[in-house]
Each structure stands twice: as C-alpha cells, then as structure tokens.
C-alpha cells in the first residue's frame, strides 16, 4: 500500500509569493513565477517602477492561482451600495476605507501608499497596519470606487467587503480610558511635588503660608481626578450595586471616597493636608492595570456574526442581465447566479450549471458534494466549479445558516460566574470593616476625638486596591505572554475560565486535520507505471477535487490520448486512455463491490470492466496530534465532534483514549445541544473548533477557541483565537492560564503585608500623610514588578 | 518666598501644556498604529522611470503597454 503526500515536488520558488512553483514555464526576465496571476501582478509593478514592492522585502506578494472574476466588483458600481460604504463624499472627493486581510509587511505598506502611481484619480492612500485598513481618498470624477478595488484585486490586494460593512458603523477604539489616564498622572505628579513641603514640614523647612496655598492647589489638583478619572470606578461599582452583585470596586470606591472626604475635612478644618497624593495614586495605577488588562488586539476580531462571511452583493438574473443586488434586497423567486468560488448566500433551488458545492464551512464535511437540478442547495455553500443558477426560496435573513445564528441561546449568553478576585475582595472587605470597628470601638472607650482619624485611616490603607492592582496587571501580563505564543484571547476572563476547565471537545475537520493537506493511498490489484499514468491522464481531465488529487498522486503523461471521456456528476469519470477503458467514481458507478467502513472518501477504480482497486483519501491529521491527545486525556475528558463520517472513528477512539466520546455527522445544532448537556453535568468545556459549524458550540461552551491557519484567515466569534500551528502547546497554554491565579494570590499575599503595616499606624489614629504616601506608591509599584517579574518567570521556555 | 508662587504657575503651566500635547497625540491617533510611521519614513520616493506614462500628459512612449494607463 503505497502512502505519498500530495505535495508539488520542486525547488524553484515564486518572486511573487514565495510558493512553490509547478514547473519552470513562466519566467519572466530571471524571475520565476508559480503561476499567471503571480507574473501578472509582477508585470504591472514592473511596467508602473513600483519593482521596489520586491526589494523591501522577500516574496512579499499572495499567492494569485485563484484568479478573481472579472465583474466580481460590479456592486460598487451601484448608488445606493456605495453609499453604504463611503465614509465621506463632496464634489471634488470621496473617503473610503477597505479592509485587505492580505496587509503584512513593509512592502505591503509602501506599494498601497503609492497607489496614486497605478490610479492618478487616487489622492492619499494611508494604511492602518494593525487594523489591516486603507484609507483612500480619491477624486470620483477621475476614477470609480470599482476601479479603485479592481486595481487593488490586481496587484494583489483585494479589498475584503462583506454583509457586515452595510450599513454598519465599525465602533471607534476607546480612547475614553487614556484620556482619564492622563488627567490623572498629570494631577498625581503635581500633587507629590506640591506635598514634598508637607512631607518635611516636622523638620523645620515649612512656612506656613506656603503650605495653606499648597494644600488648596491639592485639593484643586484632586477634584479632576475624582470627578473625572475615577468614574470608571464609580460607574462599575454602582452597576455591581444595583445587580445585587458586590464586586471588588465597591469597597474601592468606598475606600476612594472616603479619603477623598477626610482629605477634604482636613484641609477645610486646617488640621492637616490630607491624603491626595495616595488617592490620585490609586486611581493612576489602578487605571493603568484597567487599560493594559484591556488592551485589545485590533487587527483580530473576535464577534463575528455570519454577515462577516457573506459578500455584500450577488448577481441577480432580470430578463438576461445580470444586476448587481445588495444581499438584504434579495426576495424570494429571485434567480441568483453564483459564480465560480462564490457562496451562495440564501437557500434555494438549483436551476442550471454543475454544482458541486463545498459544504466545509458550514457542515465540516470536508468532501465537496454535487447537487442535481431541482435539488434544494443551502446558503453558506461555495460553489467550486463553473457558475451556477440557483432560484431562492428563502431570504438571506431566513436561510438555514442565518437562522441557526439567531437561535435565542445564543442571543442571551448565561451568566459567567464572577470572578474569584471578586469573591477574595468580598471577604477583605468584611475584614477590614471589623477592624475598622473594633478600631472605633476601643477609641470610643479611650479617646473619642481619635475615632474619626482612626476609622477613616484603616478605611484608606485597607482599600484592596493591591488586590485590583495585581489581578489586573497579572492579567495583562498573562494575556501577552499568551498571544506571544499566538494564543489571542478576547478579554481578561478568559484566562481564568481557561485554567478551570475539564472537559476539551474537538472538532475534527480543519482542527484535528489540518485543511490543506491530504494523505492519498491505493489498495487493490497492483497496477503497472503504465497503467497508473493512464488512470492520473483521464483524472487530470476533471476538475473534481479528489480527480485532482488521484491525477496527483498517480502523475499524468499529457501526450496520451483520451477519447469517450464522460463526466456523471456525482458519480464519477470514464473514458478511453490509449488501449484501456477507465472508470473512476463511486461504486455503484464502477461497478465495483461496495466495501463500507473504509476511512476517508473512497475513489474505486475499473479498468476494462474489471475492479482493479479503490484511493482511499484521507486528511492528514496535523503534527503532533497525536501526543497531545494522549497528553491531555490524562488531565481532562476528551469529546470529538465532527461533521464528518465515522470512517476514521478506530483510529481517533485509539489516539484519544478509551475514555473519550466520539461523535459523528454531527450538525451545527447538535455540537450546541452536545456542549449544552456538558455543562448540564457540570462540566467546564472548552471548545476547540475552526468553522462556521462549530459557531454554535463555541459561543456555548465556556472557553471556544478557533483555530486559524493564519491571522488573515477569519474565524467564527470565540473567546479566543489559535494559531493552528500552535494546537500541540495547548497544554502549555492552560498551565499558563493556572499560574495566573497563582500569581495574583501571591502578590495579594504580599500586598497584604503592606496593609499590615499600614493598618498598625491607622488603629493608632497616627496615620501621617507622609507614611501613607510613601506606603502607597512603594506597595503599588513593588507590585507591579512582581506580578511581572512572576508572569515571566512561571512561564519562561 | 513670593517667587515660588510665580514658579509654582510657570509649572503647572509647563505640565498643562504637556497634558494637552498628550491628549491631543491620543486623539490625533498617533498612538493608533505603531508599524506604518516607523515604516514610512524609510521609504524613499524615487523619480519615476521615464517609460512609464504620467496621466495628464499626452502619452509618447510606444513601448508603453501599460495597462493602467489609459492616456
């Protein structure tokens, strides 16, 4: 049984993209290229002196095998779509931005900035590298917006516009966070310096008339701080409040507060000069943790809707023409034609062309399958080969897709389970109100005007701030670490849910297989070279993907004659090649005796009417699989759902242990039900899927994490994204995720030293500002350098 | 001692103005984008080759097979 990967065997690489090129026939100069799009785009840099595009940097270009259609652009011709898409519009100029997933490197950067040397109607063209965006303004009496995007498709780059850039309005990066920021460093800053003399004043260096207008400078330098940079807090704390849910900015803001009104007192009354500093301390540091907790990844997106997927436009069929129609504008009845490589975007009837449509998408069937005329075809499909005429029946809004996305579960998420920072804050805050009264209550029966000073300084020094401090910089730290590692998780909470989970569900298509490759092998009658060359010759004249791929595997000799060649759909290919009459197909198309619980899809083979042998083809699993599984299912459940058959079903039960469930031809709706009784049994599940069909699950289980092959590629919403390469250190990833509970407990340990000897001045009703200023920042800082100092130790290399 | 009060002014003054260059930076986007600027002023705008067409001009180069250039 022979075994080869169906991978093109050659040396020469393309200047263009760096693949692989198939043979050494298109050269243009000394450059080789892997295909004609590749030469093309090469030709027009060439021919406008943009060559440069390819000295910046190695093979910076994207693979063009797959040509793009002519009139793939045609929409943008249409008003009322280019409305929808233009930001800005007057008489001499029109703003648009484009998002080109293909945006990497330096080169990228440079060639669209010099768009205006391809298309003089282009005034400016800047790129936003980590948004992946350009933003282009252009003079549309000079050039089209279908030009500008055709130009662009041309050189490489094609413009991404989908369903979900109708009408919507990309919502703008928070800057609200950094401007408070801001306002509070520069007032914190001030603040210290105007309090040095107060600090000193015991010694001797003080004028009294000074440190009156010191401490009204305070207070004023105070008042933005608190009425403006501290809302962050108090907004958060009153949202916990009203939900009946106390969560660790309550007893901060209270803390805040309180100092902010002794402070006040103080300086009124002339008693002291308060303790500003140590409040807008606090609130500077604690926003610093909020923003680098908060940071986001924004060339990853980790919400979207099926609109991500669907093209903004398909060509509708009226009395011949074809007319450009915005996706929400389809009615039922109409005719829809579907080009070659496009998704059919509602269900409904084929009326004319071959379809053979890739489900993979939607179904994790990774075998592309035929429909008939008069066969009902479902959205979400790419058809693969030729154009297709399909008749709707249904609305895009209303396809089997769509409506799986607006199922209700999905609308209204479950309430995740609070955080165990908040739950450790729950108890300190009952703590240090005991201590607090019991500070009250001694000073009542000793000396009651120390209450007051007493009771407000342990309120001060206690805030469990520290607690916020390092729970949130851990966070930071651990989500960088994390996406070093290419794991890029959607928020904070994500991590701890990660380190809590135990039960992992697969996908199996496209996650546990890798997309691309595929392992092809014989078994029957041995076959001469001869003979095998014959049956690749009449497979190389379909463009059926498993023709291709037993073409590929057996090699093909172009000189052979084929003669009687017949293609059934959906069931396979005959002809003549030379002396031999060959048929390739399923088998009752062969004739062949149908052997069931093969693994993989079976091609049989018939020469001269006699069952010679079948291609078993089958996904390759990716690297390292195998380890990881036995790896994992010492630690957790194992669950594998697959949209697939159960043809490889031993061979997976063998590598994910015996304990592991399996399951097979799985729907979209079954994976979100199977993931729904998990968590009825109380399971924690993290979900690992690629595809749309996973969609479901993802967002129900407590962790989803899609799989991409790489960042361009769009995935499903999630809680995380996963470079694919990166499956095998899943392992490595949660115990990341573990050790960040560790961390933080072991700084909040620390920080509560600090509180100790805070507290053992505030009882004593001795708390001077100078000791709380040096207390504050000293614990804060020494704070935020261990919990670094930690992240990077407890999960170096 | 006055003096310190008209220092006292200068500096907050100085740190006002720091504040706002800051907030101004933060709203002008520069904090935004952290690859293209640095990228950007390395690039360096050549002349353009003579047997390219320039849109405007009427094209005299009929080695010229451009096709972009629609002059």
Not at chain 1, 474 to 497: C, F, K, M, P, V
Not at chain 1, 704 to 727: K, M, R, V, W, Y
Request: glycine share 6%; with cysteine; aromatic share 10%.
């Amino acid at each position: 049984m022979a075994t080869t990967t169906v991978i093109p065997d050659t040396r020469l690489q393309c200047t263009h993209c760096g693949e692989d090129c198939p043979d050494d026939k298109i050269v243009l100069e000394t450059n080789h290229f892997c295909c004609e799009g590749c030469k093309l785009v090469y030709e027009i840099l060439n021919e406008n002196g943009l060559c440069d595009y390819y000295t910046l940097n190695n093979n910076p270009g994207q693979s063009q095998r797959i040509p793009v259609r002519k009139d793939k652009f045609a929409f943008l011709d249409d008003r009322k779509i280019q409305q929808q898409l233009i930001q800005f519009q007057d008489d001499n100029q029109t703003h648009i931005t484009f998002y080109i997933p293909h945006i990497h490197c330096s080169s990228c950067l440079w060639l669209l900035e010099n768009l205006h040397r391809l298309d003089a109607g282009v005034q400016r063209v800047t790129v936003n590298f980590s948004r992946k965006e350009t933003f282009i303004v252009f003079r549309q009496q000079e050039t089209t917006l279908r030009r500008i995007a055709e130009i662009l498709t041309s050189i490489g780059y094609e413009p991404y516009i989908s369903l979900q850039d109708l009408g919507q309005k990309k919502p703008r990066i928070q800057r609200d966070l950094v401007y408070r920021l801001g306002v509070a460093g520069f007032c914190f800053g001030n603040i210290m310096l105007l309090s040095f003399p107060e600090y000193f004043s015991s010694y001797g260096y003080s004028d009294e008339k000074m440190n009156h207008l010191f401490r009204w400078m305070n207070l004023t330098l105070s008042l933005p701080v608190f009425f403006y940079s501290a809302q962050v807090f108090f907004r958060s704390a009153w949202g916990g409040i009203k939900t009946g849910f106390l969560n660790i900015d309550v007893p901060i803001v209270l803390a805040i507060i309180v100092t902010f009104i002794r402070s006040l007192t103080d300086v009124f009354s002339g008693a002291g000069a308060g303790y500003f500093d140590s409040m807008t301390g606090i609130v500077f540091f604690m926003l610093i943790g909020r923003i680098l907790q908060d940071k986001t990844y924004q060339g990853l997106s980790f919400d979207r809707d099926y609109t991500a997927y669907f093209p903004i436009a398909v060509s509708v069929l009226k009395s011949g023409e074809e007319i450009p129609t915005a996706l929400p504008d389809i009615r039922t009845n109409d005719t829809l034609l579907i080009h070659n490589q496009e998704l059919i975007p509602a269900d409904g009837i084929l009326v004319k062309g071959n379809a053979v449509i890739d489900y993979s998408f939607v179904t994790g069937e990774a075998v592309p399958v035929h429909k008939n005329t008069g066969e009902i075809v479902y959205a979400g499909g790419k058809q693969l080969e030729g154009n297709i005429e399909i008749l709707t029946i249904k609305e895009v809004a209303q396809s089997y897709l769509t409506s799986l996305w607006n199922r209700d579960e999905l609308r209204s998420p479950e309430e995740k389970a609070p955080s165990f920072i908040h739950m450790l804050s729950r108890y300190f805050t009952w703590v240090v109100l005991s201590v607090a009264v019991i500070a009250a209550t001694y000073w009542w029966a000793n000396d009651p005007s120390r209450i007051w000073p007493a009771v407000t300084a342990v309120l001060i020094i206690a805030c469990p701030c520290a607690l916020l401090l390092a729970a949130s910089f851990t966070n930071g730290h651990i989500l960088r670490i994390l996406s070093r590692q290419h794991l890029y998780l959607r928020n904070a909470d994500a991590i701890e849910r990660l380190a809590a989970i135990d039960h992992i569900v697969f996908d199996k298509t496209g996650t546990l297989t890798g997309k691309a490759k595929a392992t092809i092998s014989y078994e029957g009658d041995t076959l001469s070279p001869e003979k095998l060359i014959a049956i690749g010759t009449l497979a190389a004249q379909s463009s059926h993907p498993l023709s291709k791929m037993v073409a590929a595997f057996c090699g093909k000799d172009e000189r052979l004659p084929v003669r009687n060649f017949r293609s059934i759909e959906a069931n396979g290919i005959s002809g003549w090649v030379e002396y031999n009459f060959i048929q390739l197909g399923n088998a009752t198309f062969t004739g062949a005796v149908n052997k069931p619980h093969t693994d993989g899809s079976t091609v049989y083979v018939t020469i001269d009417g006699q069952p010679a042998g079948r291609f078993i083809i089958r996904h390759q699993y990716r690297e390292g699989i195998q380890e990881l599984l036995q790896q994992l299912q010492q630690r957790y459940k194992l669950s594998l759902l697959s949209g697939d058959n159960d043809a490889e079903g031993n061979y997976l039960q063998q590598i994910m242990g015996p304990g592991a469930s399996l399951h097979f031809a799985q729907q979209p709706a079954d994976k979100l039900n199977y993931v729904i009784t998990l968590q009825r049994q109380g399971h924690h599940v993290l979900m690992i899927g690629d595809g749309l069909n996973d969609a479901g699950a993802l967002k129900q289980s407590d962790v989803g994490i899609s799989l991409t092959e790489s960042s361009n590629n769009f995935t499903p919403a999630s809680d995380g994204i996963l470079e694919a390469a990166q499956l095998v250190q899943l392992p490595r990833l949660i115990r990341t995720c573990t050790n960040n509970r560790r961390i933080i407990i072991i700084t909040f340990i620390i920080s509560l030293l600090y509180n100790f000897i805070g507290l053992f001045f505030a009882v004593q009703g001795i708390l001077s500002p100078l000791t709380a200023a040096i207390l504050m920042p000293a614990s804060s800082i020494s704070i935020v350098l261990l919990t670094y100092a930690l992240s990077e130790w407890m999960n170096r290399s | 001692m006055s003096v310190i009060i008209i220092l006292l002014g200068a500096s907050l003054l100085v740190a006002i103005f720091f504040l706002a260059a800051f907030i101004w930076s933060v709203r002008n986007g520069q904090f935004e984008d952290n690859f293209s600027p640095a990228h950007r002023v390395l690039f360096e705008t050549k002349p353009a080759e003579t047997s390219t067409c320039k849109s405007g001009n009427a094209c005299t180069n009929i080695n010229c097979k451009s096709r972009i250039c629609k002059n």
